[in-house]
């Protein structure tokens, strides 16, 4: 198990200490350290993304039967990303610390900061990220445990899809560099959006009916009947899982309706949500 996790604790940090370097050192960038660092972070995640959502495509269509059948991956690479979700919570955190300074809060110059501003500025970072920052820890404390113990092998298949969840991460990554460089109104941010929207909706909010339905086609159950066959913790989890989710894709259709129908024209379903 330690093998993984210590790949992971490497291949993560070190990959954006390279990005990060490179982009400020390279004699044809020569990026600030705040566009560097922020750049970096969506970089890791993006890669992360591609990996856990590919390794999710391996596992989901080796197993045959949804049940029992096995795929070293989905252990593997279970333990590469709990030091990725560790590593994220300091990243994200560094890109709010950057964008604080870049605003006028902090002294670019090295000057001494008043006290308390380096609280103020976690605590600013916690109310701000903090549903993603509980999302990071759970699937540390929860949901690694759970995959590693509690499921005794059993569930390939379903923990396959559930990393495929991925598949939208580099969209919205790109998406929120697009933005840092003021480039809402282009082309490719409107097709990125569009792509983004249409992942998310079918790799994280459909996904659990589709968990569920695979399960009662597994079991001979109408979709219906499924969440009162399985034990009520398993759709407890289900939607702890899903809430989040449908949160963040009501931001994304949000941020959609606003840049396909901008403000002087908004449908009627915009103006509701405004």
Request: some cysteine; aromatic content about 12%.
């Amino acid at each position: 198990m330690l093998t993984p996790m210590v790949a992971g604790g490497v291949v993560f940090p070190g990959l954006f200490l390279l990005s990060k370097n490179t982009l400020q050192r390279l004699p044809q960038l020569r990026w600030e350290e705040a566009a560097a660092v922020i750049v970096s972070a969506r970089l890791v995640s993006s890669v992360q993304a591609i990996m856990a959502s590919t390794a999710g495509y391996i596992v989901s269509t080796s197993c045959k039967h949804i049940i029992d059948d096995q795929h070293w991956l989905s252990s593997a690479y279970t333990q590469f990303a709990v030091p990725y979700f560790i590593y994220d919570i300091y990243a994200m955190f560094l890109c709010h610390w950057h964008k604080h300074q870049v605003k006028g809060h902090g002294g670019d110059d090295g000057a001494a900061r008043a006290p308390g501003s380096t609280w103020a500025i976690a605590r600013g970072y916690l109310h701000k990220e903090f549903l993603m920052v509980l999302h990071h820890a759970a699937m540390v404390l929860v949901c690694f445990p759970l995959s590693v113990v509690w499921r005794q092998g059993k569930g390939d298949f379903f923990l396959g899809c559930m990393l495929m969840a991925e598949v939208s991460t580099p969209f919205v990554c790109l998406g929120k560099i697009l933005i840092q460089y003021k480039q809402q109104h282009t082309l490719l941010h409107k097709v990125n959006g569009a792509l983004m929207l249409l992942s998310f909706l079918c790799c994280r909010v459909l996904l659990f009916p589709y968990l569920y339905w695979a399960y009662g086609r597994h079991a001979g159950l109408p979709l219906l009947a499924v969440p009162l066959a399985i034990p009520a913790h398993v759709n407890l989890g289900a939607a702890l899982l899903l809430a989040p989710q449908l949160y963040w894709f009501f931001l994304i259709c949000r941020g959609a309706c606003r840049l396909f129908w901008p403000r002087s024209r908004p449908p009627p379903a915009c103006q509701a949500q405004d």
